[in-house]
Nanobody
Framework: EVQLVESGGGLVQPGGSLRLSCAAS????????MSWVRQAPGKGREWVSS????????VYADSVKGRFTISRDNGKNTLYLQMNSLKPEDTADYYC?????????????????WGPGTQVTVSS
């Protein structure tokens, strides 16, 4: 079955960095666009970033643009999110998700598979 497992979350100070990983299995990873979605305490889920199947096109939410970098290693079936200049408002559970529907080019509207999430806390 399709499995997505995030890792790399933790506690960091404002201005710090963290790298999240998502290990994918059960499907042809290199054939799918992939996304990171987050949910802050008491808030709804917020799309963060997506990368196309080939890894050469990326798109970001305005809130993280210039600070976060999404990438992938199709040979390792792994998705990454490099997070720099972290802010307290980045505190959230971060999920790896597989988007459905439209071609790559913007914010996905739906996802068919999700990982269990990894917790990121940005606090001094």
């Amino acid at each position: 079955e399709v499995q997505l497992v995030e890792s790399g979350g933790g506690l960091v100070q404002p201005g710090g960095s963290l790298r999240l990983s998502c290990a994918a299995s059960g499907f042809t990873f290199s054939s799918y666009d992939m996304s990171w979605v987050r949910q802050a305490p008491g808030k709804g889920r917020e799309w963060v970033s997506s990368v196309n199947s080939g890894g050469d096109r990326t798109v970001y939410a305005d809130s993280v643009k210039g600070r976060f970098t999404i990438s992938r290693d199709n040979g390792k079936n792994t998705l990454y999110l490099q997070m720099n200049s972290l802010k307290p408002e980045d505190t959230a559970d971060y999920y790896c998700a597989r988007p459905t529907g439209r071609a790559f080019g913007g914010r996905p509207t739906s996802y068919d598979y999700w990982g269990p999430g990894t917790q990121v806390t940005v606090s001094s």
